[in-house]
């Protein structure tokens, strides 16, 4: 068996760098980059480009020509497929190349994978080394949504709000608009654009009537891109005549009540094109894993939580939010009943706290915007 070199350290980073390239395209697959490469030249690139497309396996090999692969490395930012889907599997494609030896950045936890590939071949006599360490956390950051819902059924749920410096995200009569600016908001429908659904609690649909787009650079998305949108109103009392409903036909909208809600406001919903889901539970962050189960069964991975307060706590105490990305405003309020971004209940003790496992920060426009990683799937 060869060694592990800063060759291959370097052609890895390259098949993790070009999986890249699939973002807003491939969901809900995963994003995949792979290379081809002999005595240090690189015979071919390629990335899973669109969904239903080629995987970067094939399109890496493809790349090459005819040239002959048995004494090539392939390098590929996930471990690839072993199944039929909507493509053949790309255990076929390597072993039909001749290529010898596979070099991986990160493990596919999907029932359907979890290993088996690597298995097949090196039953077929080929060489697989496993990265671990930085490039493997790299590998499994490009696909925490993925990841996620592989593992235990639920999105990835990114929690996005605006806030002053004196941590505000609205006033004591509750007006929010505008806390950050012009380009802090462009970059959230960016990613609103990104996401499978965008969700946010029914105070926040009473009282600002939104179209929850994705709208960057201004324009309506193709309709065939735009998220779900998502309100969760335990009493259904989302207005037939909110924007929300009237475009239910052209984009989904799902409303999650709770068994309080009355029989006639959700059909009224359902009949206006509504999905209606019933959230279970004995209190409110029992429904909101409830609810992720049931939006993960439908095949949602990714969800934009933008609040409000009460909502943000709620998914805090149920222990399902998985990245924060908060603008911070030049700006100050002050009040006491002025409305901080998480509410809930959370912890009693500062040793209970939830530490991020990773933290940044970067200047948008006049903002701030502070990231913070708090799972890796």
Known sequence: MSVW?????????????????GAGAVRPNP?????????GT??????????????????????????????????????PCCHEGKTPPCTEAILQSGIRRVV?????????????SLGILRDEGLEVMVADGELASRARLLNQAFRKHARVGRPWVLFKSAMTLDGKVATRTGDSKWISGEDSREL????????????????????????????PDGLLA???????????????????????????????????????AARADTDALEAAG????????????????SALDQLGSLGVSSVLLEGGPHLAGAFLDAGEIDEIRLFLAPLLLGGSAARDPLEGEGVERISEALRALSFGCESIGEDLLISARLREW
Not at 57 to 79: K, Q, W
Not at 193 to 205: P, R
Not at 225 to 238: H, I, K, M, W
Request: proline letters at 4%; a negative charge.
């Open 188 to 215: 959230a429908h960016r990613w609103r654009a990104s996401v499978d659904a965008v969700v946010v609690g029914i105070g926040t649909a009473l009282a600002d009537d939104p179209q929850l787009t994705a709208r």
């Open 104 to 116: 991986v950045a990160s493990d596919d936890p999907t029932e359907k994978a979890s290993g088996r």
């Open 31 to 39: 994003l995949v980059g792979a290379v081809v490469a002999r005595d």
């Open 274 to 289: 509504v999905q209606v889901l019933v959230a279970t539970g004995e209190n409110e962050p029992a429904r909101v894993r």
């Open 42 to 79: 690189v015979l071919g690139e390629g990335w899973h480009e669109r969904y239903g497309g080629a995987h970067a396996e094939v399109n890496a090999i493809e790349a090459c020509g005819m040239e002959h692969l048995g004494d090539a490395t392939l390098y590929v930012s996930l471990e």
């Open 222 to 260: 193709d309709l065939g891109e735009q998220p779900r949108r998502v309100v969760f109103d335990s009493l259904a009392r989302l207005p037939p005549t909110s924007q929300l409903v009237a475009a239910a036909a052209e984009i989904p909208l799902t409303i999650v009540v709770s068994r309080a």
């Open 5 to 21: 070199t800063d060759t291959d350290n370097a052609y890895l980073a390259r098949a993790i760098e070009l999986a890249a390239n």
